[in-house]
Structures are given as structure tokens and as C-alpha cells.
């Protein structure tokens, strides 16, 4: 099980700090990405870590504003967000990928999903 948390209402250009934490099984020897949904759109890729933390991935649209990491020890991903746009106002998930292969980006590899914290940015 998977329960992210951390979401809130942040001003424009302000920091959230997301946390994703597993339950019920070890998600060290795994991938974990981030995701998002806004309103009337599709769920989209934000960023994802490798099973140790030495490689990530972020789509263009938050990269050098997002970090994604992870403490293994603590079974649990975190995602940072800074100089935050309304555009990033969405439902964001965690995931698990079981699987050693494929794009961090495809959403339908992976195979455990949070339940989702809201982040809304305000102009």
C-alpha cells in the first residue's frame, strides 16, 4: 500500500514537499515515479528515481524546479517542489514499477498506485 501525503494550497513561486510512504512490502529493490492529474486532463508523468536513487527522470515541464528521492530505509519516495506555477495545481500520485524495464514516463508500467494528495497553486 501506498499513501501519499503532503499536499496543500501554496502561492505561486512557493515549496511543497510531497512524501510517498509504502506499507506491507519493502519498495527498496524498485522504481518509484511521481504523477499528476489536473482537472479534465489525463494523468501525466513528473518524475521518477531508479531502485538505488542514482538516476531520475522528470518530464520538461518541471524539471530544474521538481527533485524526486528516495529513503530506502524509511520505504519511502519524496518529491520537492519549488518555485511552484498554478499550472502545477493536480491530484498527484506515487507508484511502483516491479518491473527492471521500460520508460520511467509510461504510466501503464507500473503496478502499485497512492491514492493521491492535491496540491494547488494559487496565482
Known amino acids: 500500500q501506498l499513501q501519499a501525503y503532503g499536499g496543500g494550497l501554496v502561492q505561486a513561486g512557493g515549496s511543497l514537499r510531497l512524501s510517498c510512504a509504502a506499507s506491507g512490502r519493502t519498495v527498496s529493490g524498485y522504481v518509484m515515479a511521481w504523477f499528476r492529474q489536473a482537472p479534465g486532463k489525463d494523468r501525466e508523468f513528473v518524475a521518477g528515481?531508479?531502485?538505488?536513487?542514482?538516476?531520475?527522470s522528470y518530464s520538461n515541464s518541471v524539471k530544474n524546479r521538481f527533485t524526486i528521492s528516495r529513503d530506502n530505509v524509511k520505504n519511502t519516495a519524496y518529491l520537492q517542489m519549488n518555485s511552484l506555477k498554478p499550472e502545477d495545481t493536480a491530484l498527484y500520485y506515487c507508484?511502483?514499477?516491479?518491473?527492471?524495464?521500460?520508460?520511467?514516463?509510461?504510466?501503464?508500467?507500473?503496478?502499485?498506485w497512492g491514492q493521491g494528495t492535491e496540491v494547488t497553486v494559487s496565482s
Open positions: 507508484a511502483v514499477r516491479l518491473s527492471d524495464s521500460g520508460t520511467y514516463s509510461s504510466l501503464r508500467n507500473y503496478d502499485y
Open positions: 528515481i531508479s531502485r538505488g536513487g542514482g538516476s531520475t
